[in-house]
């Protein structure tokens, strides 16, 4: 465990007391209203930037001006400046928000009718600000920012209308949720915290005078958390490690810290180590004997592959159920679900509690082992309260292929895990056979090959524009590829980069409808037999038909939701999209027995390796790829990496590991 203040130094790392520090002073931020007088502890053998940031942090809560040289300091290259993209900023897991009450609605719509601003927007700022969403905004106009899509501008627009010469670049509610709503945004990018000089950029971009008083007020206030990271590899003894500063939501941070604990405490838990090849023997077949020799001895275990290994972690799951042990798989999709058959859940439904284990009387899961599929779809909140459900002893597995999109929400935990290098990596060995796992296999070592496919399961078609891309498409989903291949057009999943545009989703979905399933649409432009993509929250993609549709609204088929779904009318242009073509980040998870994957001249500059490696990995038998951006797919494939993300989980994972290897010796 991390020492506290005022224990002997040489028994503590330097990593374990800063981070105990970091906690520490995160706990203080929280109770900073009820206990503004309360001293700040400090872990031990802080120095430098840490202690900078310690100090920075204890001079705003006592009311003084912290020294502007702790922000001077952050990295002047930040990694980049967060996209200002108009997207939702909140994050439910869950279905969405129950309707606000009709009388917080009505209250809101006048607000904005009285200041002109848009009261189709009502609703939402009732959800997502509570029964007092009105006074909340007539006290702080900048609150809007909350509601998914406002942008600063139209925020700002809305405090000019309510408080007239008052309003101003720098006033202090302002700035707050500037903060705020930029690290959200960052968030639904991937990061968990930002470097204090890119968040100070892009304030500076909405006009903040002071960014960096901004910075210090938001902290000083707990809007945000701020925290230094160890910058390169670990300094002898005496010097001064470099570290960078970041900033981030407490969300995104408890819920990252809470994950690297839960982690090292199944690691660190775990006891009743197996007879490894004894655990081999008992295997179905030779494929998973490594990933099952190390499970048998170890609490949490990681394992990657293609396609083609996913045979290994079912292996697991047969050999631990036959030693009689409580073993579960937990996958994204249902259609991965259904394929592992019994003991099998979706990492949603277990979280929610209507599919797996049930829980014991501590309120964790009833299990012995749980293997997690799809594990780079992990986002760092559902995999803190996924790891916190795991009790102690129990062996924890994370699956995945780390080549494909990382999650739809903040983290990169697959990714940062591996990194770490805290538990056995087990790396399978399995190609992903035949022309198309040789193509994916192919872009994932940054190569497009030209591949033999005497069965067609490969098919490029070239096309000039995207009025000729769309066309193709059609074709190809309506009788192409189910004459060639018997694959009916149900099982053919039409893959782009986007949403907007010519050949975007909108586009194939809107020319897809008029030919397989035509209609007036009558409800929000659906018809029954509609093929349709559910989003229950930001991020999370459900495939599903519309049955029907009545006063109650529109009732779709969903079997990724747990049963039948009816959308109410005033909900189904925000949550139903017509699915026929979705997005690679809405595909990943799931395969099809066909997949056209169409890649419009507009489309170059959003392609990259893993989005290649994705949309063409979710093909089973066929792949055609509809081509219009001439070189810039070799170019996407051999040059342009995943973006990168800015994540504290590895270096967390990597100091509660050298904590406890210390306490390991000191014993």
């Not at 179905?284 to 190390?294: C, D, H, N, Y």
Request: net charge negative; proline share 8%.
């Amino acid at each position: 465990m991390p020492a506290q203040a005022g224990e002997a130094a040489p028994a503590v790392s330097e990593a374990a007391a800063e981070l105990a520090a970091q906690k520490v002073e995160r706990e203080r931020i929280a109770r900073r209203k009820a206990e503004r007088s309360a001293p700040v502890e400090a872990g031990a053998k802080l120095s430098g930037a840490a202690a900078d940031l310690m100090a920075a942090v204890r001079a705003v809560e006592g009311g003084e001006k912290p020294p502007s040289r702790y922000f001077d300091d952050a990295p002047a290259a930040p990694r980049r400046t967060p996209d200002p993209a108009p997207v939702p900023v909140d994050r439910p897991r869950a279905a969405p928000r129950p309707v606000a009450p009709a009388e917080a609605v009505e209250a809101v719509r006048a607000l904005l009718a009285r200041t002109g601003g848009p009261e189709a927007i009502a609703a939402q700022a009732a959800e997502a600000l509570g029964e007092d969403a009105a006074g909340r905004l007539t006290e702080d106009p900048w609150q809007l920012l909350a509601v998914p899509g406002v942008r600063p501008t139209q925020a700002d627009g809305f405090a000019r209308a309510l408080l007239g010469a008052d309003c101003g670049p720098g006033d202090e509610r302002r700035t707050a949720a500037l903060v705020a709503w930029l690290l959200a945004q960052a968030a639904l990018k991937g990061h968990t915290a930002l470097e204090a000089a890119v968040l100070s950029a892009a304030l500076g971009q909405y006009a903040v005078p002071d960014p960096a008083e901004a910075l210090e007020q938001a902290i000083g206030e707990g809007t945000v958390l701020v925290f230094q990271e160890p910058v390169g590899e670990p300094v002898a003894e005496g010097e001064e490690q470099p570290v960078k500063v970041l900033v981030g939501l407490e969300g995104c941070a408890l819920a990252e810290e809470s994950l690297a604990d839960g982690l090292a405490r199944l690691v660190n838990t775990f006891g009743a180590a197996a007879d490894p090849q004894a655990w081999a023997k008992a295997a179905p077949g030779p494929g998973a004997a490594e990933l099952i020799r190390a499970v048998a001895g170890h609490g949490l275990v990681t394992h990657t592959g293609g396609e083609a290994a996913r045979a290994e972690p079912l292996a697991l799951l047969a050999t631990a159920r036959a030693l009689g042990l409580r073993a579960w798989l937990a996958t994204h999709a249902p259609a991965a679900r259904d394929l592992a058959g019994e003991g099998a859940a979706t990492v949603t439904g277990l979280l929610a509690g209507t599919e797996g284990p049930g829980r014991d009387g501590d309120g964790q899961l009833a299990l012995d082992l749980l293997v997690v599929a799809d594990a780079p779809q992990l986002d760092v909140e559902s995999a803190a309260a996924l790891v916190e459900s795991v009790p102690d002893g129990a062996r924890l597995v994370l699956s995945g292929d780390p080549g494909v999109l990382g999650s739809a929400g903040a983290g990169r935990v697959f990714a940062d895990v591996l990194a770490a290098r805290a538990c056995p990596q087990i790396a399978s060995r399995v190609p992903d056979p035949g022309p198309l796992g040789e193509l994916v296999s192919g872009v994932g070592a940054g190569e497009l090959l030209a591949v033999e496919a005497p069965g067609k399961e490969v098919v490029i078609v070239p096309v000039r524009d995207a009025g000729e891309a769309v066309h193709r498409t059609v074709q190809l989903v309506a009788e192409s590829v189910p004459r060639a291949f018997g694959i009916p057009a149900d099982g053919v999943q039409v893959i782009t980069p986007g949403h907007g545009g010519s050949a975007g989703t909108r586009a194939l979905n809107t020319a897809l409808k008029e030919r397989l399933n035509p209609g007036p649409g009558r409800f929000g432009g659906f018809d029954p037999g509609d093929r349709v993509v559910y989003v229950p929250s930001p991020g999370r993609a459900l495939p599903g038909r519309v049955v029907t549709a009545d006063a109650q609204g529109l009732h779709l088929d969903c079997p990724g939701a747990g049963g039948p779904v009816v959308v109410p009318k005033e909900r189904v242009e925000q949550l139903v999209r017509h699915g026929w073509a979705v997005t690679a980040h809405q595909a990943v998870g799931s395969r099809w027995p066909g997949v056209v994957v169409v890649l419009p001249g507009d489309a170059a500059d959003a392609l990259s390796r893993d989005w290649v490696y994705t949309a063409f990995g979710r093909a089973e038998r066929h792949l055609s790829v509809v081509h219009g951006v001439d070189q810039a797919l070799p170019r996407a494939v051999a040059e342009v990496a995943a973006k990168p993300r800015t994540t504290r989980l590895t270096g967390l994972l990597r100091a509660l590991t050298a904590a406890a290897a210390a306490g390991d010796l000191a014993e």
